[in-house]
């Protein structure tokens, strides 16, 4: 069984050509029986998709598409649709190049490997630069504020004799309506 690759297109023009060219191939290879496998993927693509959309291909079968690139729009998506299709037993044919061998894979996997070393090798350059020119990363160190700011500025005696009636840091936030970290970092900032 034949089955035709039909790939995301933006405009139903290049969809109507892609589709065209497969059945024209057909056609002209006596080719009766075949489906159409339709790719509508949105942005991100998981492999459970993939795995959806070539479930009917079987061992034996045939997945034709007018180029290897229409297959996938990165590199890892090509590699995991034809790990999925290899994995079932099928081939892989497109018009412009022919059979596509096995061996393609181990050469994506290479290719995607240097590229994620480059881009790897980039971002550590970049940051190490950064670093160097004086750059500061993570979450900056905050500001104590001006202690009169402080919701408990001036209760300090108050929250003492709370503290020695020995309430609880809950209770206490109740009391003075607070929310309890606002009492417990007081009384750590005081060390009451």
Known sequence: MHHLYLSYQPSETSL?????ALEGWCREGGIKEY????????ERVS????????RPVRCG?????THLTRLGRSIKML????QTIYS???EVFCLDTGIV??????????VQNIAQNIRSERSNEALNKAKADGKQFGRPAGRKKAPEKNV??????????????GLTKSEIARRLDVSRGTVVNYLAEKAV
Not at 16 to 20: A, F, H, L, N, V
Not at 101 to 110: G, M, T
Not at 152 to 164: I, P, Q, R, S
């Open 101 to 110: 061998s096995r061996d393609i894979l181990k050469s994506l996997e290479l």
């Open 61 to 65: 079968d045939v997945v034709v598409a």
């Open 79 to 82: 590699m995991t649709v034809l």
């Open 35 to 42: 489906d159409i496998l339709t790719e509508n993927f949105s």
């Open 152 to 165: 408990l500025y001036g209760k300090t005696e108050l929250l003492e004799k709370l503290v020695a009636e």
């Open 88 to 90: 079932k037993g099928a």
């Open 16 to 20: 109507r050509k892609e589709r065209e």
């Open 47 to 54: 492999k459970a998709q993939i795995a959806r959309l070539l």
